[in-house]
């Protein structure tokens, strides 16, 4: 069945370093859902993308969708303490939308 | 707007137990979704309803998980009886139907953490 991977599993960085989440699915998706879960809290979605090879950014967020429409990454321009959270990516198959198994990210301030 | 309701927040249970869950989703959904969340991993699709009819509901238990959709609106959850994996926060979101080109946004409920002692 649809797989998504999701890579790194943790990332602990300092407050204003880039931190990127990276997403694989097995099959090719019609699209992927990023969302964003916070410490207790549940998943909030951020962004949707749909076309090969597209980019869209919020802010200090980056997102990308792979040529292919099998990968996707989150990238994150100078870190605040706000971010911290568990980063999920979800991909749409044929069926179904597939949760990776999340990013989480720490910052030290 | 009202987001999706969830009751209630917290349960803790002795194995072989029974368990119900209520969702309300927000008003004019039409899908419905419930997952699965294990500390630490990401959510686990469990059954989708479309309106009352169930879309998927492949990775459900069945043997000891059911769920109901009555009028296409509140959805209740019921594991019986319950074993010690079963602990994990079960979450429900609802969105809008599902295009012909692909998926809407999911808004989720705060979810019920249950602990199977």
């Known amino acids: 069945g649809q797989q998504v991977m999701q890579i790194p599993q943790y990332q602990h960085v300092q407050e204003g370093e880039d931190f990127t989440t990276y997403c694989n699915s097995s099959?090719?998706?019609?699209?992927i859902q990023w969302y964003k879960q916070r410490p207790g809290g549940h998943p909030v979605f951020l962004i949707q993308?749909?076309?090969?090879?597209e980019v869209k950014k919020q802010k200090r967020l980056t997102f990308q969708f792979g040529e292919a429409k099998k990968n996707s990454s989150l990238h994150i321009t100078a870190t605040q303490t706000t971010d911290v959270g568990t980063y999920f990516c979800?991909?749409?198959?044929?069926?179904?939308?597939?949760f990776g198994q999340g990013t989480r990210l720490t910052i030290n301030p | 707007e009202a987001g999706v309701a969830q009751s209630p927040r917290y349960k803790i249970i002795e194995k072989r137990q029974s368990v119900a869950f209520w969702c309300n989703p927000i008003s004019g959904h039409a899908t419905l979704y419930w997952y699965q969340q294990i500390l630490g991993q990401g959510p686990k699709l469990l059954i989708q309803?479309?309106?009352?009819?169930?879309?998927?509901d492949s990775q459900l238990p069945k043997d000891r998980f059911s769920a109901e959709r009555l009028k296409g609106v509140d959805s209740t959850l019921k594991i019986q009886p319950a074993k010690l994996e079963d602990s994990a926060v079960y979450l429900c979101?609802?969105?809008?139907?599902?295009?012909?080109?692909?998926?809407?946004?999911?808004?989720f409920g705060p979810g019920t953490r249950l602990t199977v002692t």
């Open positions: 979101a609802s969105s809008l139907s599902p295009s012909f080109f692909g998926s809407y946004e999911q808004y």
């Open positions: 099959t090719t998706l019609s699209n």
């Open positions: 993308l749909v076309k090969s090879g």
């Open positions: 309803f479309q309106n009352n009819g169930v879309v998927d």
């Open positions: 979800a991909g749409q198959g044929a069926q179904k939308l597939v």
